[in-house]
């Protein structure tokens, strides 16, 4: 298995401490999951984006979804059907997925909706005010000032 070296990237960089976490993760991803159930990741406004993924026959109750240490995890898990069914072609698949999502700092799930066969997850990136920019003054030294205060009295 290949590994990448992120040194350089960690010689400029603060606080990507999960980066390389992050990238290890998607190198060694099942690939066998990869195509089920269909999704989409789309931007809906600033710092709005929503995850709709396709869960034809799935119930409310039988999706769960869980956001731990900034991954959000949606499962699916087929309950048992009560009455047997004799298929000539089954084409809609309902088997058991689980789809995980790396979340950035700050991106909380502000919500979710079934309808019509997807499920829409909206997410909201909410800086706290503490974490976004600010201007800082820059104060002038002891002497600047005190020269302009004897400037202004011999005036």
Known sequence: ??????TPLYRSSIGFDRMGSLLDTA??????SVGYPPYDIETTGENRYAI??????FEESELDLQVEK???RVRGEKGEDAEQKSYLYRGIANRTFERKFNLADF???????LKNGLLTISLVKEI?????PK???INQSEKTLE???????AA
């Not at 298995?1 to 992120?6: H, S």
């Not at 991106?107 to 909706?113: H, Q, Y």
């Not at 706290?128 to 976004?132: L, N, S, T, V």
């Open 1 to 6: 298995m290949n590994t990448i070296d992120l």
């Open 27 to 32: 190198l060694r991803s099942d690939k066998s």
């Open 52 to 57: 709709t993924i396709a869960v034809a026959g």
């Open 70 to 72: 900034g991954v959000l």
């Open 107 to 113: 991106i909380e799930v502000s919500g979710a909706d």
């Open 128 to 132: 706290p005010e503490a974490m976004k």
């Open 135 to 137: 201007s800082i003054s």
């Open 147 to 153: 020269h302009q205060k004897k400037s202004a009295k």
